[in-house]
T-cell receptor, first 116, second 115 residues
Framework: DAKTTQPPSMDCAEGRAANLPCNHS???????VYWYRQIHSQGPQYIIH???NNETNEMASLIITEDRKSSTLILPHATLRDTAVYYC?????????????????FGSGTQLTVLP | NAGVMQNPRHLVRRRGQEARLRCSPM?????VYWYRQLPEEGLKFMVY????????ESGMPKERFSAEFPKEGPSILRIQQVVRGDSAAYFC?????????????FGPGTRLTVT
């Protein structure tokens, strides 16, 4: 799985858009970008994933650069409940050879703090 | 549509006792993953199971830890002769059968405290 780099922490004002960057310069063609978050003491929560096109769902938008070396997760109207550690994970989810490598490898993530 | 369920949510064990952690995947999900989060550390993969089959246990400690996912019932993570270093949050995740792109859904976790 490609290595990712995220800033350790970010602040965002409540009601504003939160833009969380992720660098993945060694990403390969069949690797997807996944975003999860972990609100304090809770289980991680899936947010969104994409391959090369921008994606949007009810939680967030994912913008992937044309060269796929970086991406940005956008929370359009951050609320206090969005305060969490956000993880960017790059991986190829398909089964490989005799086994599989479907586990998620969590890095340090970005601690997003939404301020009132 | 119930999510991933884990029980107990909190478990206290004395050193040397056994800990059994249970995970019921989401409806329709046949793949289960266990992760561990030590205090002030990130989540680490432990084991990946399908029904009656361990697919990948590369993250499991070699001794005292075992996991199963029987044909009927929840997945069980078993820790024998617990030590203080086993104190952590243990999270279970589930996913649907293989497809090109998929996501994992996590349970609320079991917090194990070894005294």
């Amino acid at each position: 799985d490609a290595k990712t780099t995220q800033p350790p922490s970010m602040d965002c004002a409540e009601g504003r858009a939160a833009n969380l960057p992720c660098n993945h310069s060694t990403i390969s063609g069949n690797e997807y970008v996944y975003w999860y978050r972990q609100i304090h003491s809770q289980g991680p929560q899936y947010i969104i994933h994409g391959l090369k096109n921008n994606e949007t769902n009810e939680m967030a938008s994912l913008i992937i650069t044309e060269d796929r070396k970086s991406s940005t997760l956008i929370l359009p109207h951050a609320t206090l409940r969005d305060t969490a550690v956000y993880y960017c994970i790059v991986r190829n989810p398909t089964l490989i050879s005799s086994g599989s490598a479907r586990q998620l490898t969590f890095g340090s993530g970005t601690q997003l703090t939404v301020l009132p | 549509n119930a999510g991933v369920m884990q029980n107990p949510r909190h478990l206290v064990r004395r050193r040397g006792q056994e800990a059994r952690l249970r995970c019921s995947p989401m409806k329709g999900h046949s793949h289960v993953y266990w992760y561990r989060q030590l205090p002030e550390e990130g989540l680490k993969f432990m084991v990946y199971l399908q029904k009656e089959n361990i697919i990948d246990e590369s993250g499991m400690p070699k001794e005292r830890f075992s996991a199963e996912f029987p044909k009927e019932g929840p997945s069980i993570l078993r820790i024998q002769q617990v030590v203080r270093g086993d104190s952590a949050a243990y999270f279970c995740a589930s996913s649907p059968p293989p497809q090109v792109a998929y996501e994992q859904y996590f349970g609320p976790g079991t917090r194990l405290t070894v005294t």
